[in-house]
């Protein structure tokens, strides 16, 4: 086992080594003792919806076509698809309910652990959700506000408010008239579960069409509350500097890793974990200090407002366990891996589960109540500080980090971009138009083993930068950019093409730019919609010179996300191919025809490299098409110039 061939990290390399040598399991050696994995279900083709089943599709035709029901692949692949779908939204969603009922909790009681911190965000959603701000009382306002978003989720008339609210109006012409207008957010995931059921749709066609209706509820409903009352209750992020990779553990200090997705518990932590008492504490036992390290989204979260270091993404989560210098890992939910728990139990790290939804043999569960928030932050702590003496032996943290800065949103891109005193979109669609930034592109999402870790997202990052595309980045696959030293200001220099080289220089951004975590690429939607708002290049999202990727992605949520930026008009490529490639006529589909219907259109392609060209391709077609590409400097990609573009 090369670690290589694993991670292209080193950080993470060299605990993969140490792993091997210990004998301990990770992601790798579960996934190698997997192989071959089933081939029907890659494909998309077996069916275990009924007990007349587990039915299965012959890919090559010469066994059974038909389930027992008489389901086809493009059936049996379409049903599964959407329920990929219903998973990742349903994900996202109750995330955003969750925070809703703490902003709901905030405004109710007298004393509380949370407070509005951003004001003016609260004013601007409140009045796109068509509250009356004028002369009203923060209380009142935010009052109206939580009840609007928590009505989004179960409502059961009329549409969602987000979706008339923000998208152009082109684009919710485009979901009308094709029907997938979301209409709340439970009910697009519950009708899945129903259209899906044995005998139910069977046309492909049709349940796609749900699958659309249900992410765009995620998108620009689930997701996007979740966001923006994130902002409105633990304050909108700013640019800020952090550290990231494991080496922002400190064998010095007691050491806490939040881990998860939700900022409700980890955000209280931030504070907590300041208060001189406890810090006393942590000295007294033997510690410098508490040091708080984040993973996975939780990090993203805690990064972009407090700009907490990052120990590490998705496939980093047992190996920061494996340094052996984690007093506690706290997770909140999602994406934690169920093998943590008996990892903890060879070392001295204590695994505290928070959520009734998260449970994990092995873990300690101290259950998280917005309502005593601060308490059960202490509590947490102090069991972290006790447990500083249990180490046993060595801390093993790999000395490797980068810093970066982030912290971008879809309201403060309005300064940096167009300086302080002209704040707008202006200067960004200026500088798409006279070519200098040929388009954006969002490159987000998960870690997968099947994939060397993190070189799908750092090598497609980089020829993306190199040929003048800027890149908003979300979830791991920022963590790998920060990592990798992309997000640090004088990356422009170092790997951008000239025209975006010179646009970051001047305005001092990073050509990365970190936008938050998974429920944040809603921050994504709404730069585009600003884009198109601001005029010069078309109107629609779908008009944009702009392109989606996942190049590591593994997750139901990131079938949702995928799916609603091709339901909002992106082209969108992903690595790993949904599983649907048994079904052809679903395939074709999804990857061709229903751009006519949507705007947007998936691709797969393992290789970064072609991937990251079948974006820039993507970008200049739709340049041709808005008519700002000048015949002179127009440029198209052969091979030959793709493998010069090639970096590493
Ligand atoms: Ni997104 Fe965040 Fe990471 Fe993937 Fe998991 S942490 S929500 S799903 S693995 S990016």
Redesign the pocket.
Known sequence: MDPKERSSDKASQEMISRMAEAGQQNAWDRLEAQLPQCGFGKLGICCRICTMGPCRIDPFGEGPQFGVCGADADTIAARNLVRMIAGGAAAHSDHGRDIAHTFKMVVESEQCDYMIKDELKLREVAARYGIKVEGRQTKDIAGDLADAALAEFGKQEGTLISASAYPPPARQKVWQELGITPRSIDREIVEIMHRTHIGVGSDYKNLVKQGLRACLSDGWGGSLIATELSDILFGSPWPIRFGANLGVLDAKQVNIVVHG?EPTLSDIIVAVSQEPELIKMAKDKGAEGINLAGM??TANEILMRHGIPVAG??LQQELAMMTGAVEVMLVDV??IMPALGSLSGCFHTKLITTSPKCKIAGAEHIEFHEDRAVEIAREIIKIAIENFENRKGKANIPKLMERGIAGFTTENIFYHLGGRFRASYRPLNDNIINGRIRGAAGVV???NPKQVHDYGHLTMIRKLIKNDVLVVST??SAIAAAKAGLMRPDAAAKYCGKGLAEVCETVGIPPVLHVG??VDNSRILTILANVVAEGGLGEDISDLPVAGAAPEWM?E??VSIGMYFVASGVYTVIAEPLPVLGAPNLTRYLTDEIEKDVGGKWAFERDPIKAAGMMIEHIESKRDALGINKEAERKLYDMEDRRALSIE
């Open positions: 997705h996975c989204c993404n998705f999602q994406c999402g998960c870690n979830g791991c975590s998974c997750s949520k990131a």
